[in-house]
């Protein structure tokens, strides 16, 4: 299993950016994908899940409203579009897919002026 994020950066806030994971070694179309964030000091928190066929999809309320995930099962990626980005979503970004215990290596996004 291996899960490659990408799409991170530094961005200002009020900015955008779209992450994304390319997922591969397991059944994508078969598997409920979850982002994640670790902002500095605190514990890794869900931001955002879609289900397997992508017809249903829950977010943290503190990114409700701004962030949109997605998916495209025939290229295996899933995607977070983050608007109106605020100094609070700096974090390390993670996506993992339900039910596997696998990590990706994290994409960083900072929000800074």
């Known amino acids: 299993v291996q899960l490659v994020e990408s799409g991170g950066g530094l961005v200002q806030p009020g900015g955008s950016l779209r992450l994304s994971c390319a997922a591969s070694g397991f059944t994508f179309s078969s598997a409920a994908m979850t982002w994640y964030r670790q902002r500095p000091g605190k514990e890794r928190e869900l931001v955002a899940q879609?289900?397997?066929?992508?017809?249903?999809?829950y977010y943290a309320d503190s990114v409700k409203g701004r962030f949109t995930i997605s998916r495209d099962n025939a290229k295996n990626t899933v995607y977070l579009q983050m608007n109106t980005l605020k100094p609070e979503d700096t974090a390390v970004y993670y996506c993992k897919a339900h039910p596997l215990p696998h990590w990706g290596q994290g994409t960083q996004v900072t929000v800074s002026s």
């Open positions: 879609i289900s397997s066929a992508g017809g249903s999809t």
